[in-house]
Nanobody
Framework: QVQLVESGGGLVQAGGSLRLSCVAS????????MAWFRQAPGKEREFVAG????????YYEESVKGRFTISRDNGKITVYLQMNSLKPEDTAVYYC????????????????????WGQGTQVTVSS
């Protein structure tokens, strides 16, 4: 059974930073894509960032480019989301996700399905 567990969320002031982590079990994380999504209150879940199986390809939602960085450590079966220059509009529950592909391109990062999801971690950015 695949399990994804996020951590690292919390309360931070605007302009601050947080690093989210997602640890996988029951799955060879090193072989598959990983991604971060978020869902703010009253809004639909949206794609944030994705990374290919070996970290060679990344893809970001436009509003987080230059502020967020996705990375992975396959030895630790962990994927990270470094979030800098946080804004109140970044407030959301952040979810880790994965699927049975090694890489995606362009809009397939956010249009295609993800089979595996974590339970989410809350990020709150105060103004």
């Amino acid at each position: 059974q695949v399990q994804l567990v996020e951590s690292g969320g919390g309360l931070v002031q605007a302009g601050g930073s947080l690093r989210l982590s997602c640890v996988a079990s029951g799955r060879a994380l090193s072989s598959y894509i990983m991604a971060w999504f978020r869902q703010a209150p009253g809004k639909e879940r949206e794609f944030v960032a994705g990374i290919s199986w070996n970290g060679g390809t990344t893809y970001y939602e436009e509003s987080v480019k230059g502020r967020f960085t996705i990375s992975r450590d396959n030895g630790k079966i962990t994927v990270y989301l470094q979030m800098n220059s946080l804004k109140p509009e970044d407030t959301a529950v952040y979810y880790c996700a994965s699927d049975d592909e090694r890489i995606r391109y362009g809009s397939s990062w956010y249009r295609n399905r993800y089979a595996y999801w974590g339970q989410g971690t809350q990020v709150t950015v105060s103004s």
